[in-house]
């Protein structure tokens, strides 16, 4: 498993829902503390302010699912799968994330900052105005993928593969040009003065 950030153990779990037949199900305003979820299927299920606080998803199927100012706190997921799934003003504060497929995922606003997305492949998956301030995405590869006015500030990008991903609007002064991939990626004028200067240019207007 992908380690934390800092070497934080994941939060223990104290109490199991296993195999659990969600598919299709509307839920609204529940809470979960410290549950770990075994083969959890929410396919074509919808979440509106259910909250998940510490809580550990292994292989749980997330397909075609919508959710809307849910929030998933310092949460594990461990290979589960996310395929066309929407996320609008959730949180994910803190959670981690390994071994997980993101292809078609639709993040829009909320908050990811802390998130743990390591080796993550992104490059089908789309954020919109989604903080992910001092997010983990160490070695991440982004080619083609979307981050769209996102708060990338203080994000751990060492290894990162941004590769014609659209950056535009995005906060990129965590950027290191040199320790990751940039080939083609879209970016504004302004972005680029960013990754000109960190890249030690001297830039002068005139």
Not at 53 to 79: D, G, K, L, P
Not at 144 to 171: E, I, K, P, Q, Y
Not at 181 to 193: G, H, M, N, V
Request: proline share 2%; net charge negative.
């Amino acid at each position: 498993m992908a380690e934390r950030r800092y070497g934080e153990a994941p939060p223990k779990t104290d109490s199991t829902i296993a195999s659990a037949d969600w598919y299709g199900r509307q839920i609204e305003r529940e809470r979960y503390d410290n549950t770990l979820f075994v083969d959890l299927d929410l396919t074509e299920a919808q979440t509106v302010g259910v909250v998940f606080h510490e809580c550990t998803f292994r292989r749980a199927r997330f397909n075609a699912s919508s959710h809307q100012a849910s929030a998933f706190v310092n949460c594990t997921f461990v290979s589960c799968k996310f395929f066309d799934s929407r996320f609008k003003e959730c949180k994910f504060v803190g959670s981690m994330f390994d071994a997980c497929e993101f292809d078609q995922m639709q993040v829009t606003g909320g908050d990811w900052s802390f998130t743990g997305l390591p080796g993550a492949a992104l490059g089908r998956a789309s954020f919109k105005e989604t903080r992910m301030r001092e997010a983990d995405l160490t070695g991440a590869s982004c080619k083609g993928g979307s981050l769209r006015d996102v708060d990338l500030s203080g994000a751990w990008l060492h290894g990162a593969d941004f590769t014609t991903c659209d950056l535009r609007g995005s906060d990129l002064t965590a950027f290191d040009p040199e320790n990751l991939r940039l080939k083609d990626a879209i970016i504004t004028i302004d972005q680029s003065i960013i990754i000109a200067e960190a890249l030690g240019l001297d830039v002068r207007r005139k």
